[in-house]
């Protein structure tokens, strides 16, 4: 039996001083080009071969077989100025890893290490997804449609994030729904403008907006089931002109997000009628626009018990949590777990008598004895996979 504590504690110190470098040049969503030249330059370094895409992303591949392993690491920033005060703190102004996408590219390199010096032991190939813009247009998408998960076909793939809710040395999974599916939300309430002293002569789009906007607060509380989360915010209201101009045309952007796709469909069409016919009420008309963003994130149910009980053997029971509960928020790891079994879980980056942190902030500075943590999981879950097929 390996110790797999001991193999990642063999590349600790280099992923760690990767992770600094990475920290210190934060670079935003499609624009994370010194992050790829890093990347690449620690890959010839370890001669791993790789390939990059269209949008930035990089697979390297380790070892030969007819199946694959993945492990997906986002690599984009935030757009926050930092306020950590560490000496490794952001040098790019208003650019900062405050959501810990730099740990999981570096755990992807120090992945590598691990599993290059492994290579010949290995029963099937491990592909590495240094994966861009999670924060924004979704580079795993892009990656997957440009073969990254083939040749060869990867069966099972894993991804990381950090959790500054949970203390470190511990994890937590998730079997089934993990995130929600995203839909964009575009109407244009379209009514007819006159005088604001004479009303009648025109369609208020303002009054009919509000009659939309209170109307589809019935989609979530009155047309789905209590048991389906679902969520409808309108955020943002443009329209009118004047104080004494009846309003023409309203525009309204919003949200909307659920937790699997045959409840997205029905959403989306619940939103649309509701719209439309609240609008219709008062005499206007509603256009109404869906754009689908992210899918609903299902991790697989098999591999993250699997991954748990690993979790469990490796750190001990007391320091894996099993969730149950979901979370409205989106990654873009979804695209993975459609294209593959996935299982997608946190490791604990709060220091034990500290104050909470939280992600998207200023002063999120993970304690980085989750690194020891990640590469662990990361070095007993994969050799646990190439045990063969779920």
């Given at each position: 039996?390996k110790?797999?504590?001991?193999?990642?504690?063999?590349?600790?110190?280099?992923?760690?001083?990767?992770?600094?470098e990475?920290?210190?040049?934060?670079?935003?969503?499609?624009?994370?080009?010194?992050?790829?030249?890093?990347?690449?330059?620690?890959?010839?370094?370890?001669?791993?071969?790789?390939?990059?895409?269209?949008?930035?992303?990089?697979?390297?591949?380790?070892?030969?077989?007819?199946?694959?392993?993945?492990i997906?690491?986002?690599?984009?920033?935030?757009?926050?100025?930092?306020?950590?005060?560490?000496?490794?703190?952001?040098?790019?102004?208003?650019?900062?890893?405050?959501c810990?996408?730099?740990?999981?590219?570096?755990?992807?390199?120090?992945?590598?290490?691990?599993?290059?010096?492994?290579?010949?032991?290995?029963?099937?190939?491990?592909?590495?997804?240094?994966?861009?813009?999670?924060?924004?247009?979704?580079?795993?998408?892009?990656?997957?449609?440009?073969?990254?998960?083939?040749?060869?076909?990867?069966?099972a793939?894993?991804?990381?994030?950090?959790?500054?809710?949970?203390?470190v040395?511990?994890?937590?999974?998730?079997?089934?729904?993990?995130?929600?599916?995203?839909?964009?939300?575009?109407?244009?309430?379209?009514?007819?403008?006159?005088?604001?002293?004479?009303?009648?002569?025109?369609v208020?789009?303002?009054?009919?907006?509000?009659?939309?906007?209170?109307?589809?607060?019935?989609?979530?509380?009155?047309?789905?089931?209590?048991?389906?989360?679902?969520?409808?915010?309108?955020?943002?209201i443009?329209?009118?002109?004047?104080?004494?101009?009846?309003?023409?045309?309203?525009?309204?952007?919003?949200?909307?997000?659920?937790?699997?796709?045959?409840?997205?469909?029905?959403?989306?069409?619940?939103?649309?009628?509701?719209?439309?016919?609240?609008?219709?009420?008062?005499?206007?008309?509603?256009?109404?626009?869906?754009?689908?963003?992210?899918?609903?994130?299902?991790?697989?149910?098999?591999?993250?018990h699997?991954?748990?009980?690993?979790?469990?053997?490796?750190?001990?029971?007391?320091k894996?949590?099993?969730?149950?509960?979901?979370?409205?928020?989106?990654?873009?790891?979804?695209?993975?777990?459609?294209?593959?079994?996935?299982?997608?879980?946190?490791?604990?980056?709060?220091?034990?008598?500290?104050?909470?942190?939280?992600?998207?902030?200023?002063?999120?500075?993970?304690?980085?004895?989750?690194?020891?943590?990640?590469?662990?999981?990361?070095s007993?879950?994969?050799?646990?996979?190439?045990?063969?097929?779920?």
């Amino acid at each position: 039996m390996k110790n797999h504590l001991a193999i990642a504690q063999s590349v600790l110190d280099n992923t760690v001083r990767l992770r600094r470098e990475l920290h210190q040049y934060p670079e935003l969503s499609q624009q994370e080009h010194r992050t790829q030249a890093l990347i690449m330059a620690r890959l010839e370094e370890l001669g791993v071969s790789y390939r990059t895409h269209s949008n930035g992303g990089i697979t390297a591949t380790i070892g030969h077989g007819s199946r694959a392993v993945g492990i997906r690491g986002d690599m984009d920033a935030l757009p926050i100025e930092e306020k950590t005060g560490l000496p490794y703190a952001s040098k790019n102004p208003g650019v900062m890893h405050a959501c810990g996408h730099d740990i999981h590219t570096a755990l992807l390199l120090g992945a590598a290490q691990m599993f290059k010096a492994q290579e010949e032991e290995l029963g099937c190939a491990v592909k590495l997804f240094f994966q861009p813009a999670e924060e924004t247009v979704g580079g795993a998408n892009t990656m997957i449609l440009e073969g990254c998960m083939e040749d060869p076909a990867v069966d099972a793939v894993l991804g990381i994030h950090v959790a500054p809710t949970l203390a470190v040395g511990a994890a937590s999974f998730l079997p089934g729904k993990m995130n929600a599916a995203v839909i964009e939300l575009d109407i244009t309430v379209q009514g007819k403008g006159c005088h604001g002293a004479h009303p009648e002569q025109g369609v208020d789009a303002i009054v009919a907006a509000a009659h939309v906007i209170t109307a589809l607060q019935t989609v979530n509380s009155r047309r789905t089931a209590p048991t389906e989360p679902v969520v409808v915010t309108i955020g943002s209201i443009e329209g009118g002109t004047g104080r004494n101009i009846v309003a023409g045309e309203v525009h309204l952007k919003g949200t909307i997000r659920v937790l699997d796709m045959d409840t997205a469909r029905k959403v989306k069409d619940l939103v649309t009628k509701t719209a439309q016919a609240a609008a219709s009420a008062v005499g206007a008309e509603a256009e109404v626009t869906l754009v689908d963003d992210y899918p609903a994130l299902v991790n697989d149910l098999a591999l993250t018990h699997l991954m748990a009980d690993v979790a469990k053997t490796l750190l001990g029971a007391d320091k894996v949590v099993l969730k149950d509960t979901p979370s409205l928020g989106a990654d873009d790891f979804a695209y993975f777990a459609n294209a593959a079994r996935g299982c997608y879980f946190s490791i604990g980056t709060a220091t034990p008598g500290e104050p909470l942190q939280s992600l998207h902030s200023a002063v999120f500075a993970p304690n980085e004895g989750c690194i020891l943590t990640g590469l662990g999981l990361l070095s007993a879950g994969v050799w646990k996979l190439m045990e063969g097929p779920l």
